[in-house]
């Protein structure tokens, strides 16, 4: 029922889809009796039908203007609905004032069944229209937002590897320029200034690449403005493969949208009948279709429901024998309802593929940029300039401040300005974040897509020094920040985690969004609840920590 009720107010359930398939049903199944049961009436009165349509469509456009424009639910709802009835109750007067000014001829049958069959058509199918469109149009909306995440995220961390690249080649280039600083150095008179200078070439090199990795974090904030095109292909719009309707979503529902005019031609024994009848036709055609008709199988997907169509066709002869050529109805009925539904299912099923896939790749590229450190090597080649090449500048100065240095002194200050070059140029491999710094790692991965306020207590960063901790922690908050982005365009989020009187630790994400009518389980965390709160989708959960 919820599923129902979002669709009918979420403020598309009047597209040209439902407009498509109004007249597709307007104008070949439901249509009035004109001038008796031939092949010749039929045609009448679907000539009849689609005329109206057009008159009750015109009705429609301005109520489908109101609903995108409400904001309120219940409002779009009611509009909604009250549109339903009142078309459904005056398409009877429509059609006959059609009839009588076009063949000078009154459709026959009472209208409180030609009304109640037009409500119960309309409502069943256009709400069957509504919840897959609408659902369809939820997964490519989180699709797109997830893949163009996926984009920030992936630019930002090509950014990263670019940068260490950068200051790689700056080492390399910096080093072997040094070195050649070095040897004409003590090549020449060896003083204070001479070192002094020498030290100010390493002091240079480090302040050098300190300032390539500082720009990286200085774009950050440009990298999260600017999401660009999705670089990632859509799958198709439109999908044509016939799969199998849902049990009891054809034969059935035809029957159930012409229980009115059973009960009013033969009575209510006939309409449950017909009913009973389209169970069994359904059945009957939905395991062969699933049997035999897999995709790409269209002929014998077609075939089989023409078949199912031929039998609602000998139901409704034994029946009411006198109906005429109305009987013959579900044979194209029904195979049309089974295509527009095999259609629309089909195109809903891969939406939601590719949502998954999207947010599998999110998440996979996430939790790949943080677990990956590219600037440990040019960072900790900062630390050895400072600290061991300028270390050795240093004790050497103080030598040749007084006098001029010995040839030991020499090899000396040489071998340990060697030995830190070469411990630089040895560490410039991407390293593995601790798992202690794994959670901000993540946090900071996904920045360029989310951004994401803290509040983690000290206590929950000690017990993060656990693998197995960090790694639950992690893909919680995984989880919930591809949630944030899928529900909502809003690119924000709130981490709060902090341990509770128990010993364990109780982790919360929030961001702005709307969850939709069903919760998946997202990427598998065991445990975890998803929830509403006002304006928030919240995900939280309870972890059992190591004591410390």
Known sequence: MTTWWNAVSGGAFYTRWSAAVSLLVAGVFSVPSVGGAGIEAYLRGATVAVLGWSVLAAIVVPVAAAERRLASRPARGAVVLAALVVVATIRPAVNDAISAALFDIVPSGPASSRIATNLVTALALLSIVAVITSRHAAARAAADRLRAALVRVERAEARRQHVAAEARAALVAGIAALRRSRERMLAGPIDFDAVRTFS??????????????????????????????????????????????????????????????????????????????????????????RRWARPPRPVVFLLVWIAAGCAMSVVTYLFLPRIGVLGLVPVLAVPVVAVLVGLCRDALSRARTDERRAAAGLAEVAREAAEIDESAGPRRAIDVLHGRAQGACVVFAARVDERAPTPDEVDDFRCRTEAAFEEILEAGDPERMPVSESLDRLIEAW?????????????????????????????????????AVKHSGARRARVVARVTGS??????????????????????????????DGDDVVLETVITLPSL
């Not at 200085?218 to 600017?226: F, I, L, T, V």
């Not at 989310?450 to 207590?457: F, L």
């Not at 919680?476 to 591809?482: D, G, I, Q, R, S």
């Open 200 to 289: 100010e070439d390493v002091r240079g090199l480090s302040h050098r690449v300190d300032r390539v990795l500082r720009e990286r974090d200085d774009e950050r904030d440009d990298e999260r403005d600017d999401a660009g095109p999705a670089s990632h292909e859509r799958g198709p719009g439109l999908s044509m493969r016939l799969v199998a309707p849902p049990w009891f979503s054809v034969a059935p529902l035809y029957a159930l949208a012409c229980f009115p005019y059973a009960v009013s031609a033969g009575g209510v024994g006939v309409g449950l009948a017909g009913i009973a009848g389209g169970v069994v036709v359904d059945v009957i055609a939905g395991g062969a279709v």
């Open 503 to 532: 010993g364990s630790l109780l982790l919360r994400v929030s961001s702005p969004g709307r969850l939709g009518p069903v919760s998946g389980r997202g990427l598998g965390t065991v445990g975890r609840r998803v929830y509403q």
């Open 447 to 483: 920045a360029p897509a989310v951004a994401v306020t803290q509040r983690i207590d000290d206590a929950v960063r000690l017990r993060l020094s656990d693998p197995d901790a960090a790694e639950r922690v992690v893909s919680v908050v995984t989880e919930a920040l591809v949630n």
